[in-house]
C-alpha cells in the first residue's frame, strides 16, 4: 500500500486502542468484565454490538455467498420479516434474559434446570464455540495477506517465517490486548468508536464504487446473464440452485424462532444494558444502523462479480484469477511432498482463456457448475484426483479460491486512499469480532465450568485474573487449530454446522425455558445432547469425506446403496435438498440441512422426555425474571391493558406503560419499515404480481437498485448522522455511570441457594 494507505490504517486504529487504555480503569468486579456493569445505553449497545456482530469473516462470507447466487435469494430471506420484526419489537427471548440478570447463557440455564445441566450445556457450548470461533484469525489473517498481496513466507537471519502465521499472531495480540485490559468495557468501548469512524467510510467505498462501476452498461448484464434456473435477480427462477436457496431460506425461519437468542458470540452485549427496557430498545436500533454498510457489502459482491465475469475487464480478470490460483496452490501445496504438482498446475492455469463475449457481441452465459471459475477447479481436480493423499486438495483449492477472489479483485479495483480506507474498516471488522468472541467464549469456560465447582467464592481479583488467563487460552486454541486446520466448505456453511453443536438443541432448551414452565431437566438434556451429537457426527462426517469416509464405502461396496438411501431420503424436498449427486470431493448432505435435522430431532426429543419424565413441580418463572412479588428496585414494573384494538397494536409493537414517545416512535417506525415496506409491500406485493404476471428481467434489476441502494442510500445519511450523536453521547455517559455506580461484589455469576434462587412451585398452583 501507498503510504497515505497506511496514515489512514494506523490512525484510527491507534485512536481505538487508546480509548481502549483509558477505559480500563473501571473495570473494578466480575460484572464490570463480564457485562460492562449493566450500565450502557441503548446506542452504545446499538452500535457496539452491531459492529461486533459483523465481523471481516462475515464480510467475506458475504461476498461468497453473493458471487454464487447473487441479489435472488435475498428477496426470499423477505419472508422472516414479520417474524424478526415482531420478535425485536416485543424484545423475544433478550428481555427476559435480561430480566434473569444472568452474565452467562450457562447461569440461565443452572437457575432454570440444574447445576448439572449448566455443565453439560457448557461442554457442548464450548466446543461449538471454539470450533466456529477458530477460524476468525485464519480467514482474516489470510484475506489480509491475499488483499495487500504478501508473500506467504518471509525472512529473518536465514530463516523462513510463515506470513500467515505472523499475520493471525498480531491480529491476536492486539484482540487479546483490548480484552484482558478491561474485558467488556474495552470491547464495548472500542467497538462503538469502530463503529462510529467506521459510517463515513462505508459511504465514501460505496460512492467511490458507483463512480467507477456503470450499474446499467456493466453489472446489470452480469446479472442478467445466467442460466435457467439459476437467476441472479429473478427469485422465481432459482430451482437449480444448490446450497443457498429457498430450504437455505426455510432453515433459517426455523432457526430464527427456536435459536432467537443467537450463537452465543456476542454474549456479552446480552447483558449489558442498563435495564430489559434499554437492552430491547438497542436491538430495535439495529434496524436502521446498516444504511451504508448494508449497500456496501451487497455492491462488493455485485462489483466483484462484474469485474471477474465482464469482457471490458477480461485482462485484468485473466490476470487475477491465474495469480489467485497460483497463489492459493503454493499455499496448498507449499514445499510438501505434493509441492511438484505446483509447476505442471501453473502451466494449465496459464493456458487457460480469459472472458471472451458470445459471437453477438454480448455476455457468455454462466451457471453455477459452469463459469469462469470452473476451469481452475478442474485443473486442480485433473492433477490431484489420482494422488494418494491429495484429493481433499481439490475442495480445499475452491474453498480458498472462493473466499479469496473477491478480495484480490477489490486490491486491483481501489485506488490509493481508498484501498487505505478499506483495509482500515476490515481491520476494525476483524479486530472487534475477535475480541468479543474471545470474550464470550472464555467467559463461559471460568462462569460455568470453574464457577460452578467452587466451595468458596472466588475474590473478585482471583476472578479477574482466571478471565484474562481463559483469554489467552481461547486465543492460543484458535491459533493452533486455524495453522493445522483446512477449511473444505462456504464460511456461512461452517458457521452452521459449527454452531449447530450448540444451536441444534440449546435453542430449544433457552426459549421454552425463558417462556414455559413445564419443560422438565430431562427434556432438556434429551433436546441439547441430540441436538449436539447430531452437529458433531454431521461436522466430522464432512470433514472425514474425501480421505475416509468415501473410501471406506468404496472399499466395502457400501456406496451403491448409501447413494440409493441419501436419493429416496431426499426425493419429496428435490430440488431444494439434492443428495443424489454424490462425488468423492464433498459429503452431499450440506451444513443447514445436518442443522435443521439436529433442530427438529432436538424439539421434539425435548418435548417427549419433558411429558415423560416432568419435574417434581412447575417451575417458578416469575422469581427467575423478578416480576410479580420477586420484583424490587431494578425491575421495570408495567401494567397491561384490557383487549381492544388499541392494546392489540400495542402488543403487536412490544409498547408497554413504560415507553416514552421517543420509543414509541421508534417502535412503529420500525414496525412500517419491517412489515408494512419491506414485507407487505416489496416482497409479499412484489410476489404475488409476479405470480399473476411474471416481470421481465429489467424490472428486476430496477427493482433490486431501488431497494437495495436507493432507500438504503437515504437510510444511510440519516443513520450516519443520528447514530455517530447517539453514539458519542451514550458513550460519554456510559464512563459517567460507570465512576458513579455502586460495586456488587457478589454478584460473580454464581447461583446460591441463599440468594434469590428460582425454585419450583406446586404444579396446581397458577
Given at each position: 500500500m501507498h503510504w497515505l494507505d497506511w496514515i489512514f490504517v494506523i490512525i484510527p486504529l491507534f485512536i481505538v486502542i487508546w480509548l481502549g487504555i483509558k477505559s480500563q480503569r473501571y473495570v473494578r468486579t466480575v460484572t464490570d468484565f463480564l457485562t460492562a456493569g449493566r450500565v450502557a445505553g441503548r446506542y452504545v449497545v446499538a452500535v457496539a454490538s452491531g459492529e461486533a456482530g459483523v465481523g471481516l469473516i462475515s464480510l467475506v462470507a458475504m461476498l461468497e455467498q453473493g458471487y454464487q447466487c447473487g441479489f435472488a435469494i435475498s428477496f426470499w430471506s423477505k419472508m422472516t420479516l414479520p417474524l424478526t420484526m415482531f420478535f425485536g419489537l416485543v424484545g423475544y427471548c433478550t428481555y427476559r434474559y435480561r430480566e434473569s440478570r444472568a452474565m452467562t447463557f450457562g447461569q440461565l440455564l443452572e437457575m432454570r434446570y440444574s447445576r448439572k445441566f449448566r455443565v453439560f450445556a457448557a461442554i457442548f457450548q464450548i466446543l461449538s464455540g471454539l470450533l466456529n470461533y477458530a477460524i476468525f484469525p485464519a480467514v482474516g489473517a489470510r484475506f489480509l495477506i491475499y488483499f495487500l498481496d504478501l508473500p506467504h513466507y518471509w525472512h529473518l537471519f536465514g530463516m523462513s517465517i510463515s506470513t500467515y502465521a505472523t499475520v493471525m499472531a498480531l491480529n491476536l495480540l492486539i484482540a487479546v490486548a483490548i480484552d484482558m485490559m478491561g474485558g467488556q468495557i474495552t470491547i464495548m468501548v472500542t467497538d462503538c468508536i469502530?463503529?462510529?469512524?467506521?459510517?463515513?467510510?462505508?459511504?465514501?467505498?460505496?460512492?467511490?464504487?458507483?463512480?467507477?462501476?456503470?450499474?446499467?452498461?456493466?453489472?446489470?448484464?452480469?446479472?442478467?446473464?445466467?442460466?435457467?434456473?439459476?437467476?441472479?435477480?429473478?427469485?422465481?427462477?432459482?430451482?437449480?440452485?444448490?446450497?443457498?436457496?429457498?430450504?437455505?431460506?426455510?432453515?433459517?425461519?426455523?432457526?430464527?424462532?427456536?435459536?432467537?437468542?443467537?450463537?452465543?458470540?456476542?454474549?456479552?452485549?446480552?447483558?449489558?444494558?442498563?435495564?430489559p427496557h434499554e437492552q430491547k430498545m438497542g436491538n430495535l436500533l439495529g434496524t436502521w444502523r446498516s444504511g451504508f454498510s448494508g449497500m456496501m457489502y451487497t455492491l462488493l459482491a455485485v462489483v466483484g462479480l462484474t469485474f471477474m465475469n465482464h469482457f471490458h475487464f477480461a485482462n485484468e480478470a485473466k490476470v487475477i484469477r491465474t495469480n489467485l490460483a497460483n497463489k492459493v496452490a503454493e499455499e496448498i501445496l507449499g514445499n510438501g511432498q505434493f509441492s511438484d504438482l505446483r509447476p505442471e498446475l501453473a502451466k494449465d492455469f496459464e493456458a487457460i482463456p480469459a472472458v471472451e463475449p458470445a459471437d453477438d457481441g454480448q455476455l457468455k452465459q454462466l451457471s453455477q457448475k459452469q463459469n469462469q471459475d470452473t476451469p481452475y477447479f478442474d485443473a486442480v481436480a485433473d492433477r490431484c484426483s489420482n494422488v494418494e493423499g491429495a484429493k481433499s486438495t481439490t475442495q480445499q483449492f475452491r474453498s480458498l479460491y472462493g473466499q479469496m477472489l473477491i478480495p484480490v479483485a477489490l486490491r486491483e479495483i481501489f485506488p490509493i486512499g481508498i484501498t487505505g480506507i478499506f483495509?482500515?474498516?476490515?481491520?476494525?471488522?476483524?479486530?472487534?469480532?475477535?475480541?468479543?468472541?474471545?470474550?464470550?467464549?472464555?467467559?463461559?469456560?471460568?462462569?460455568?465450568?470453574?464457577?460452578?465447582?467452587?466451595?468458596?467464592?472466588?475474590?473478585?481479583?482471583?476472578?479477574?485474573?482466571?478471565?484474562?488467563?481463559?483469554?489467552?487460552?481461547?486465543?492460543?486454541?484458535?491459533?493452533?487449530?486455524?495453522?493445522?486446520?483446512?477449511?473444505?466448505?462456504?464460511?456461512?456453511?461452517?458457521?452452521?454446522?459449527?454452531?449447530?453443536?450448540?444451536?441444534?438443541?440449546?435453542?430449544?432448551?433457552?426459549?421454552?425455558?425463558?417462556?414455559?414452565?413445564?419443560?422438565?431437566?430431562?427434556?432438556a438434556f434429551a433436546g441439547l445432547g441430540t441436538g449436539g451429537v447430531l452437529a458433531v457426527l454431521g461436522f466430522l462426517t464432512q470433514n472425514l469425506w474425501p480421505e475416509r469416509v468415501y473410501p471406506f464405502l468404496v472399499r466395502h461396496n457400501m456406496f451403491d446403496g448409501f447413494c440409493r438411501f441419501l436419493a429416496w431420503v431426499s426425493k419429496p424436498l428435490y430440488p431444494w435438498v439434492d443428495w443424489t449427486n454424490v462425488t468423492p470431493h464433498k459429503f452431499p448432505i450440506n451444513s443447514m440441512e445436518i442443522q435443521m435435522i439436529a433442530m427438529i430431532s432436538s424439539i421434539i426429543l425435548y418435548w417427549v422426555f419433558s411429558l415423560l419424565i416432568p419435574d417434581k413441580e412447575l417451575f417458578n418463572l416469575d422469581k427467575m425474571l423478578h416480576r410479580g412479588k420477586y420484583a424490587d428496585e431494578n425491575s421495570i414494573v408495567f401494567h397491561r391493558e384490557p383487549w381492544s384494538l388499541k392494546s392489540f397494536m400495542g402488543r403487536i409493537t412490544g409498547i408497554t406503560s413504560s415507553y416514552t414517545l421517543g420509543d414509541k416512535i421508534l417502535s412503529w417506525s420500525v414496525f412500517f419499515y419491517s412489515f408494512v415496506y419491506t414485507y407487505l409491500t416489496i416482497f409479499l406485493g412484489v410476489w404475488i404480481w409476479n405470480i399473476i404476471s411474471p416481470w421481465p428481467a429489467h424490472w428486476w434489476t430496477t427493482y433490486y437498485f431501488v431497494t437495495n441502494f436507493a432507500i438504503l442510500g437515504v437510510i444511510g445519511v440519516v443513520s450516519t448522522v443520528w447514530f455517530t450523536w447517539g453514539g458519542s453521547r451514550d458513550l460519554y455517559r456510559l464512563f459517567r455511570d460507570l465512576a458513579s455506580k455502586k460495586d456488587d461484589f457478589t454478584d460473580n455469576g454464581q447461583v446460591r441457594k441463599d440468594e434469590p434462587e428460582p425454585v419450583a412451585e406446586n404444579a396446581d398452583q397458577k
Open positions: 469502530q463503529g462510529i469512524l467506521s459510517y463515513p467510510m462505508y459511504a465514501i467505498i460505496v460512492i467511490f464504487l458507483f463512480w467507477r462501476f456503470s450499474w446499467g452498461k456493466e453489472m446489470v448484464p452480469v446479472l442478467t446473464c445466467r442460466a435457467p434456473d439459476e437467476s441472479f435477480l429473478n427469485p422465481m427462477d432459482i430451482k437449480h440452485l444448490r446450497d443457498f436457496n429457498l430450504f437455505y431460506v426455510i432453515v433459517g425461519i426455523v432457526s430464527t424462532v427456536v435459536n432467537a437468542m443467537g450463537m452465543g458470540g456476542t454474549i456479552g452485549y446480552l447483558g449489558a444494558a442498563k435495564n483495509c482500515a474498516l476490515c481491520i476494525f471488522l476483524m479486530i472487534s469480532t475477535d475480541t468479543t468472541y474471545m470474550h464470550s467464549w472464555a467467559s463461559v469456560i471460568i462462569q460455568d465450568l470453574v464457577v460452578p465447582f467452587r466451595k468458596n467464592t472466588l475474590t473478585p481479583h482471583q476472578h479477574l485474573w482466571l478471565l484474562r488467563i481463559s483469554v489467552v487460552c481461547v486465543a492460543i486454541f484458535a491459533y493452533f487449530f486455524s495453522l493445522l486446520f483446512a477449511q473444505m466448505d462456504y464460511i456461512i456453511m461452517f458457521f452452521q454446522i459449527t454452531g449447530a453443536i450448540w444451536l441444534g438443541g440449546a435453542g430449544v432448551v433457552i426459549v421454552f425455558g425463558l417462556y414455559t414452565r413445564r419443560g422438565s431437566t430431562a427434556g
